[in-house]
């Protein structure tokens, strides 16, 4: 059975900080997904991670994969108070394509204070 | 596109009800599913489709029931509502080979 693993669960920090919040899984898988949630709102996708050594940045947001380590890591570079936010990473599984299905994180509650 | 609706956005329900949760998509991707959300949880798929009259079960399909009649439409049905179904639930939809999943706005449920 896959698990995801996300630490850590709450996370509160300063502006201008940089931190890395964690995921791991047990069980091999194709595909990993980081997500975006604001307080009330749905979820925005951010980054799909394809392959081992993969790495993708958008703006403060960089998120890598190892999956000989069944490591990802989102990586939050000189905060600001907009990246607030819960962050959930999800890794694809099922053997049948176009079938497969997601399997998340417990999520990231991130503060980011002034 | 108005990409993926849900209808309603909140609702309350007393134990032992029934209710329909409607989820649209007008961008013809071939997948659907529900999750639900719950503290501390993430998301947890419940029932998903890979086209018109083909669905199947996720991690927590009890208490629900789906069909996939059309490719827009993928209505999620509570039979008789239970306390433990309090829930914020997500309808979700993507190409059947892509990789881009987009989610619909949510509908809060309590269960009286």
């Known amino acids: 059975e896959l698990k995801v693993e996300q630490n850590p669960l709450f996370l509160s920090m300063q502006e201008g900080k940089n931190y890395t919040i964690y995921c791991n899984y047990s069980?091999?898988?194709?595909?990993l997904y980081w997500y975006r949630q604001d307080p009330g709102k749905s979820l925005e996708s951010l980054f799909v991670?394809?392959?081992?050594?993969a790495v993708k940045q958008e703006g403060r947001l960089m998120a890598s994969l190892d999956t000989k380590a069944r490591l990802s890591t989102l990586h939050i570079t000189a905060a600001v108070h907009d990246l607030s936010a819960t962050y959930f990473c999800?890794?694809?599984?099922?053997?049948?394509?176009?079938?497969?299905?997601?399997?998340f994180g417990q999520g990231t509650r991130l503060t980011i204070n002034p | 596109n108005a990409g993926v609706t849900q209808t309603p956005k909140f609702q309350v329900l007393k134990t032992g009800q029934s209710m329909t949760l409607q989820c649209a998509q007008d961008m013809n991707h071939e997948y659907m599913s529900w999750y639900r959300q719950d503290p501390g949880m993430g998301l947890r798929l419940i029932h998903y489709s890979v086209g018109a009259g083909i669905t199947d079960q996720g991690e927590v399909p009890n208490g629900y029931n789906v069909s996939r009649s059309t490719t827009e439409d993928f209505p999620l049905r509570l039979l008789s509502a239970a306390p433990s179904q309090t829930s914020v639930y997500f309808c979700?939809?993507?190409?059947?080979?892509?990789?881009?999943?987009?989610f619909g706005p949510g509908t809060r449920l309590t269960v009286l």
């Open positions: 979700a939809s993507r190409l059947l080979l892509g990789d881009t999943q987009y």
């Open positions: 991670l394809l392959s081992n050594g």
């Open positions: 069980t091999t898988s194709d595909r």
């Open positions: 999800a890794l694809r599984r099922g053997q049948i394509q176009g079938a497969q299905k997601l399997v």
